[in-house]
């Protein structure tokens, strides 16, 4: 897949191009990709999409910004699975917010990127004050399909949905929501090494973002370091025992495994949660817990195994 970050072509082969945020890759985002790549295909047309960063809303009200639910390296990697082959990453400035919706489709859509068919949720606005709809798409000559939203048990599957899920700590729904199972992927870097001096060392994951899971305990499955994906538990939280003020952080112990990973790119996949984050008043009764939890992590595996 091609990554682009801006509009200038030299290859003027058309598009077909899906537009949006598609922030966490749910359901709904995946039928739009779905009917991208089969209209692509049907069509003769390299299957595109162009997203945005950062978000429009993180631009226009930076103080209200909702945690992401997938970061641009999580979307790409999510793009290419479902067989898009162009990705346009537009940077959303205060130049790009000031074009208008004529100029977005004659300047950037037919000009710069050879567009023939556009494929945007039923709600899509765009330009200027968002004075651009699907209908002036039609209008201008495009062939705009407005695929309508994806219900779950009569739930309109949204990424606002899917944040209120992980904010509860609902794994399974956010799962049902997403179609897989939740996951934060991120560079292994150094920590404070306070997991190995209770026992338990851990792989410590950047967060270059803010997420929208809840502060807890979660069984886990560590992907990146071995032929397939390693069962562990996680921390995510701020450590509350451990620090004051802290930052969110992201630990994983891997069960029976002690490798050096630093600098690997991995992905947590969160499966199931063991407990919400809670503040203990010394480090011994913090190690009982963590025995615990390990514990109650494995024995979730070991149900998995079983019931296969």
């Known amino acids: 897949m091609q990554v682009f970050r801006h509009f200038h072509r030299t290859d003027r082969s058309p598009l077909a191009l899906a537009i949006g945020k598609f922030d966490g890759v749910h359901l709904g985002h995946q039928a739009l990709l779905q009917g991208l790549v089969a209209t692509a295909q049907a069509r ?23 945690p992401r639910i997938t970061t641009m390296r999580e979307k790409l990697e999510l793009f290419a699975a479902a067989g898009v082959q162009q990705v346009y990453i537009c940077h959303f400035n205060e130049r790009f917010a000031q074009v208008s919706a004529e100029e977005f489709m004659q300047k950037i859509l037919r000009e710069s990127l050879n567009v023939e068919v556009i494929l945007v949720g039923e709600d899509f606005q765009f330009g200027a004050g968002r004075t651009g709809s699907v209908a002036d798409f039609r209008a201008n000559g495009f062939e705009c399909f407005s695929l309508s939203h ?4 009569g739930v309109r599957i949204s990424s606002t949905v899917v944040r209120e899920a992980l904010a509860c700590g609902n794994l399974e729904r956010a799962r049902e929501l997403l179609g897989r199972p939740y996951s934060i992927s991120g560079k292994v870097v150094h920590g404070d090494k306070v997991g190995r001096t209770l026992g338990y060392p851990t792989a410590n994951i950047s967060l270059p973002v803010e997420r929208p899971l809840k502060f807890g305990i979660y069984a886990v499955k560590l992907e990146g370091v071995a032929e397939t994906a390693l069962p562990g538990v996680a921390s995510f939280g701020i450590r509350p025992t451990m620090k004051q003020d802290g930052r969110p952080t992201l630990e994983v112990h891997v069960f029976d495994f002690d490798r050096q990973i630093y600098g690997a790119h991995v992905r947590v996949h969160f499966l199931h949660k063991i407990r919400d984050e809670m503040k203990f008043p010394d480090t011994e009764t913090l190690r009982q817990w963590i025995i615990a939890d390990e514990e109650k992590a494995r024995n979730y595996f070991k149900g998995l195994i079983e019931t296969r």
Not at 44 to 64: D, N, Y
Not at 150 to 153: D, I, K, N
Request: a negative charge; proline letters at 11%; hydrophobic letters at 45%.
């Open 150 to 153: 994806v219900h779950l048990e």
């Open 44 to 66: 003769g047309l390299i299957s595109a999409v162009m997203t945005f960063e950062p978000h429009p809303l993180e631009f226009f009200r930076p103080k209200q910004v909702q």
